[in-house]
């Protein structure tokens, strides 16, 4: 099992960057299957962001996102570029220790894009 702590979250402009952070506590970033990032406006459903695997490949539903990993800190990363008022939502990371295991959650930060 493992812990999530998400941080980073914040009111940006349209436009301008971001990054967020996810802190993981009981396994290492390069030990777990799969960690990614999720997010959810008011009214929507969850929405995929982004994913990193084990060995290290990504992917990534946005062009303006990156997904990375700072396994030194045993943490995770979104950086967002050009951010749209349609990126405002609740971000959370998700980690999948094993392959077809089961969904560890982070509690969300919030981000808001408005001028």
């Known amino acids: 099992q493992v812990q999530l702590v998400e941080s980073g979250g914040g009111l940006v402009q349209p436009g301008g960057s971001l990054t967020l952070s996810c802190k993981v506590f009981g396994s290492s970033v390069s030990q777990i299957f799969s960690l990614g990032w999720y997010r959810q406006a008011p009214g929507a459903e969850r929405q995929y962001v982004a994913r990193?695997?084990?060995?290290g490949t990504t992917n990534v539903a946005e062009s303006r996102f990156i997904i990375s990993r700072d396994i030194d800190k045993n943490t995770l990363h979104l950086h967002m570029n050009s951010l749209k008022p349609n990126d405002t939502g609740v971000y959370s990371c998700?980690?999948?220790?094993?392959?077809?295991?089961?969904?560890?959650w982070g509690q969300g930060t919030q981000v808001t894009v408005s001028v």
């Open positions: 998700v980690a999948r220790l094993t392959n077809g295991g089961d969904d560890f």
């Open positions: 990193i695997f084990y060995e």
